[in-house]
């Protein structure tokens, strides 16, 4: 099956700063979605990006889909950015995704 | 905007029982999943549901383990006797081209 890896694993950051995740996956997809899990443990939805680049406020994310990775920027971070953030990719738009481990963020102020 | 919701969000069951875990779907959505999450690990994979029946199911998704749609709005996740591995938050996903994931149920099974 597909292998995600994410990295950094761990990243503590200073209020203010900004930062780059990465998400490298060992096939093709046609999806690829970035969470966010908040300190409750719910998954929120950040970007459905299988290819290109999208911006959200201080987010964006890119996905180069022949080069099998995808990035996800942080801007100005913030105390409430804290949490982990998911890569998730699936072959098919219908197909089940499959997660890649995980970056644990720590804005400290 | 809609959402998936699931109840209960936390459940606290015995070694041995049976539990049914809920999830409303967002109303237009076709595909249904079922994740789960043991504390500290990533999310895997559990079941795909799709037309009635299921499409897929992962390793993990074994006797044990039930899913069923009981009317056009409900979809359920049933564990016939928990174990203690079970403990685990279990998300519900339903989508089309991008899955949409609940709160999380948190089962502790003691």
């Known amino acids: 099956g597909i292998q995600v890896e994410q990295s950094p694993p761990d990243l503590i950051l200073q209020e203010g700063a900004n930062s780059t995740l990465r998400c490298n996956f060992s096939?093709?997809?046609?999806?690829l979605q970035w969470f966010h899990q908040n300190p409750w443990g719910q998954l929120i939805n950040l970007f459905y990006i299988p290819s290109g680049t999208k911006q959200n406020g201080r987010l964006s994310a890119t996905t180069v889909a022949t080069e099998r990775y995808s990035l996800l920027y942080i801007s100005s971070s913030q105390t409430t950015d804290s949490g982990v953030y998911f890569c998730?990719?699936?072959?098919?738009?219908?197909?089940?995704?499959?997660f890649g481990p995980g970056t644990s963020l720590s804005v400290i102020p | 905007e809609p959402e998936v919701t699931q109840t209960p969000s936390h459940q606290v069951t015995q070694m041995g029982q049976e539990v049914i875990l809920r999830c409303v779907p967002i109303?237009?959505?076709?595909?249904f999943y079922w994740y789960r999450q043991i504390l500290g690990q990533k999310v895997e994979f559990l079941v795909s549901?799709?037309?009635?029946?299921?499409?897929?199911k992962s390793e993990i998704f074994d006797d044990q383990f039930s899913v069923e749609r009981p009317d056009g709005s409900n979809f359920t996740l049933k564990i016939r006797s928990t174990k203690l591995e079970d403990s685990a938050m279990y998300f519900c996903a339903s989508g089309g081209h991008e899955q949409y994931f609940g709160p999380g149920t948190r089962l502790t099974v003691t």
């Open positions: 109303s237009n959505h076709l595909y």
């Open positions: 998730a990719v699936g072959k098919t738009s219908y197909d089940k995704v499959i």
């Open positions: 096939d093709s997809v046609n999806n």
């Open positions: 549901f799709y037309n009635n029946e299921i499409s897929e």
